[in-house]
Nanobody, 125 residues
Framework: QVQLVESGGGLVQAGGSLRLSCAAS????????MGWFCQALGKEREFVAA????????DYADWVKGRFTISRDNAKNTLYLEMNSLKPEDTAVHYC??????????????????WGQGTQVTVSS
C-alpha cells in the first residue's frame, strides 16, 4: 500500500506560480510511475502530467505544456509539479497518483492504483 500526501496548494493571482509536492510513504523508484491529475468543481478528474519511475520520460496534457513541469526525487520519495503562468481555469483540486510500472507511461486515470487526498489550487483573475 502506498500513501500519498500532497502539499503546496493555495491561492495565487493569474500569472503566478505554485509548486506542488507529493510525499510517498514508501520507496517509489523502480516500482511506480507517478502522475498529477486535477478536478475542477463540477467536472471529471483529468490528467495533468506523468513521469516514469526513473524520471526518464514525461507526458503532459496539451493545456499545461510549456507552463507546468513534473519531476521526482526518488531519494526523497517525493513528486513535484511546478506550475507557472497560472490561469483562472487552472483552479481545481490537484491529486497525485502512483501506478504500478507498465510498458508505457500512462495518462489513463483508471491505470493509477494509489491516490492522495488532493490539494486545492485557486487562481484569481
Amino acid at each position: 500500500q502506498v500513501q500519498l500526501v500532497e502539499s503546496g496548494g493555495g491561492l495565487v493571482q493569474a500569472g503566478g506560480s505554485l509548486r506542488l509536492s507529493c510525499a510517498a510513504s514508501v520507496r517509489t523508484h523502480s516500482n511506480y510511475d507517478m502522475g498529477w491529475f486535477c478536478q475542477a468543481l463540477g467536472k471529471e478528474r483529468e490528467f495533468v502530467a506523468a513521469i516514469r519511475w526513473n524520471g526518464g520520460n514525461t507526458d503532459y496534457a496539451d493545456w499545461v505544456k510549456g507552463r507546468f513541469t513534473i519531476s521526482r526525487d526518488n531519494a526523497k520519495n517525493t513528486l513535484y509539479l511546478e506550475m507557472n503562468s497560472l490561469k483562472p481555469e487552472d483552479t481545481a483540486v490537484h491529486y497525485c497518483a502512483a501506478a504500478y510500472v507498465r510498458p508505457l507511461l500512462s495518462t489513463n486515470i483508471n491505470e493509477y492504483n494509489f491516490w492522495g487526498q488532493g490539494t486545492q489550487v485557486t487562481v484569481s483573475s
